[in-house]
């Protein structure tokens, strides 16, 4: 359901104190309210659900409220959405964080523990390891869950995949969820495979493409209308839009939505290069290029070279220390599809064909075939069509939960 708020195109909301939220030394404590001024956004500037706020807050009023959300979870002015419902009164009682923690800054796969936001003094709940999805107890006291992560529209990235495990609670537990819409930055690109069911995991749940073309609301919507949930379940949704966007319009994300996609580019080539983790080729973690560039040492020297390192984001990089060559992606053109061509030049090009997949790449891939597919020899251009008939279909399953043109 879609607020009747939706189509407001000039909305007020507070603007706090400017904030890193990305930082490890955490947000700083909201101005009182006495200190707050009201600014005015451009009626055609892209609004998020966030700064929907008309469309929201009035639901959230008197409620006891959760919210699953991580640095992304901003304003246009850069204010946490957590320490603006506190400023607006809203009765807060948790913080439920994804992969990656609620400030974003462990590594993928990295083991993030219960604890309490030190600035509000909230609890804060992991969602990653074994507690995918939170407990009855966990959501003991809460009457509405909010969720507000930035999703950059490919299917093994887990935001997505903590959004079903949060629907699939709130249904359980009859709850109302609150989904603060947010762009795709991959804009409308449906590519790649669809996923086959009994290649599920936590970074391929539903049978989408590798690269949907939804935003994380209309995918919410789909969770819903497909009944993906367990036993057929239905959430009690509701998405609060994003104002003046178009899913061809560009939008720059404002903060890193994890430790390892730094920039535009590497949003833009994630996809892609993500393939490579089933392999025994880097995709720069360990380097300030994570995702704009790929090697390793089993590929043939070349001029482009680079030694992955223990840093922020990644405390064990694939060959640390060892000498990667491989190809330079940073200064190339937005890539506008799923690209084959870097995944397969490096199977042909290893120096051991036997040791460059792992049992890691039919989950990423959602599918066996492209894997025997790519060892087979078979060309990028047939290897697409045989994805035409999935990626068609999907197309007219989702068009029902469509937001945005």
Not at 14 to 38: D, N, Y
Not at 170 to 197: H, Q, S, Y
Not at 300 to 328: I, R, W
Request: charged share 20%.
């Amino acid at each position: 359901m879609i607020s009747n708020l939706v189509f407001k195109n000039t909305v007020l909301f507070s603007v706090l104190l400017m904030v890193s939220c990305g930082s490890q030394k955490g947000r700083e404590i909201p101005k009182k309210e006495e200190e707050i001024t009201e600014v005015k956004t451009p009626s055609t500037a892209i609004q998020t659900g966030a700064d929907n706020t008309a469309a929201y807050l009035p639901i959230l009023k008197d409620k006891k409220v959760g919210i699953v959300t991580n640095q992304t979870g901003i304003l246009s002015n850069k204010t946490h959405i957590v320490d603006y419902l506190l400023t607006q009164k809203i009765n807060l009682q948790k913080i439920y964080a994804p992969e990656h923690g609620f400030r974003g800054t462990a590594d993928a796969g990295e083991l993030i523990k219960d604890g309490k936001d030190t600035q509000t003094g909230l609890p804060i709940i992991s969602l990653y390891g074994n507690n995918k999805k939170p407990k009855p107890e966990q959501l003991a006291g809460i009457e509405v869950m909010l969720f507000d992560l930035q999703d950059v529209g490919a299917r093994f990235y887990t935001y997505i995949s903590t959004l079903h495990y949060i629907m699939e609670a709130c249904a359980e537990n009859n709850l109302t969820l609150l989904v603060l819409d947010r762009p795709n930055p991959n804009g409308g690109i449906v590519d790649g495979p669809v996923l086959e069911k009994e290649h599920s995991s936590f970074v391929g749940m539903h049978p989408i493409p590798l690269l949907h073309g939804m935003t994380i609301g209309e995918y919410a919507q789909m969770i819903n209308g497909e009944k993906w949930l367990k036993n057929g379940a239905t959430c009690r949704l509701t998405v609060i839009p994003c104002l003046n966007y178009q899913r061809n319009r560009a939008y720059s994300l404002p903060v890193k939505p994890s430790p390892n996609l730094p920039n535009d580019q590497a949003i833009n080539l994630y996809a892609s290069l993500c393939l490579f983790e089933g392999t025994n080729v880097s995709v720069g973690r360990g380097t300030e290029k994570q995702f704009q560039i790929y090697g390793s040492p089993f590929l043939p020297k070349s001029d482009f070279s680079f030694t992955p390192v223990p840093n922020f984001g990644a405390k064990e990089p694939m060959h640390k220390n060892q000498l990667c060559y491989g190809e330079d992606l940073t200064q190339i053109q937005k890539v506008t599809r799923l690209e084959l061509k870097w995944l397969i030049k490096a199977y042909n090009t290893t120096s051991d064909k036997t040791k460059f997949f792992n049992d890691f790449f039919t989950k990423l891939a959602g599918t066996p075939k492209l894997q025997q597919q790519i060892t087979a020899g078979v060309s990028e251009a047939d290897i697409r069509k045989t994805w035409e008939k999935g990626l068609a279909d999907f197309k007219t399953m989702r068009q029902p939960y469509l937001i945005y043109q």
